[in-house]
């Protein structure tokens, strides 16, 4: 009988040694893998990402052209993507790196550096979507990815189903990087979440599928598609009123044009325009408005509010 007490006390004692010893291994384990918490963003849509999954206080390092938020722009800066500071980023002593697939520079010296390492695409909205979620994964806020990704789609699909009944416009949509529409001129192509924000928005594009992403185009070719609408966007539409007269009255010179004779030209410099982050709901509102502006003045389809933190 004693015998058996004996053999039960060694084994309620084996039990408690064996749960210390797992509580101890899981401390370990979650000091090891513990959530980034000094992170360098190397694009404007990864730092807007960030700020908009309320990990912003983690970064520690942006670069040169993150705008967005207004924190972000007092944080150090890493250079840019061809241009890369790498004395910066080990003066950082970041943990964690996020870069766009495309930053193949980056990517290098990270590896070179042996700085732990996340690559994300913004190429097209599916894509955008998955980063953020991504991104949200690595931090371990993976209900707060959930939740952006969810009001983004959420948002987009209420464009999808007010707009899916209308007859798609023409539109002609141009990188504003000249003010010259007598000169060559880069548009935005069919393989862009540009491209697919202006479907959505009631629009199709005039340029055909075997372009490139943002080929150069010239005014015979403009004149030769005559689209219904004109939208130039980037800095240099952020226009006053005076300004945009200056840019029609160029656009004058081609009459015949259908966005001219109609008066379909317009101009979007707003900050977020060419970045595809969480405020592409914003871009999706800004070409609704110029394709299809009857809705708004019925008041068919309220703006979306901005989605930010």
Known sequence: MHLFLYIDKLFRKSIVI???????????????????????S???????????LSVGNKVVGVTDFCSYPKEACILPSIG???????????????????????SKIIQKNANIFKIPSLM??????????????AIADALEIPEIGRQLTD???????????QLKQLKPRQVLMLLSDTNDPSRDLYAVGR????????????????????????PKISKEFIIAKSPEIIIEIGPKSNLSNDGILVRKKAWGKYPTLRAVKNDRLY???ADYILIPGPRLVNILDDLTRNIHPELFSNQ????QATVTQ
């Open 18 to 40: 064996h749960f210390f010893a797992l509580c101890f291994l899981l401390l370990i384990f979650q000091g090891v893998h513990a959530a980034p918490q000094r992170v360098i």
């Open 42 to 52: 190397t694009s404007p849509a990864i730092t807007e990402i960030l700020f908009a």
């Open 80 to 102: 840019g993507p061809l241009n890369p500071s790498t004395e910066t980023w080990i003066s950082l002593k970041p943990d964690l790196i996020i870069i766009q697939e495309d």
């Open 120 to 133: 994300v695409s913004v190429s097209n909205l599916k894509d955008i979507l998955i980063s953020i979620q």
């Open 151 to 161: 009001k983004i789609k959420i948002k987009i699909n209420n464009y999808r189903i």
């Open 191 to 214: 393989e862009t979440f540009l491209n697919e924000l202006l479907t959505i928005a009631g629009g199709e594009n005039v340029l055909p599928h075997t372009m490139a992403k943002y």
């Open 267 to 269: 101009f979007i410099g």
């Open 300 to 303: 068919s389809v309220k703006k």
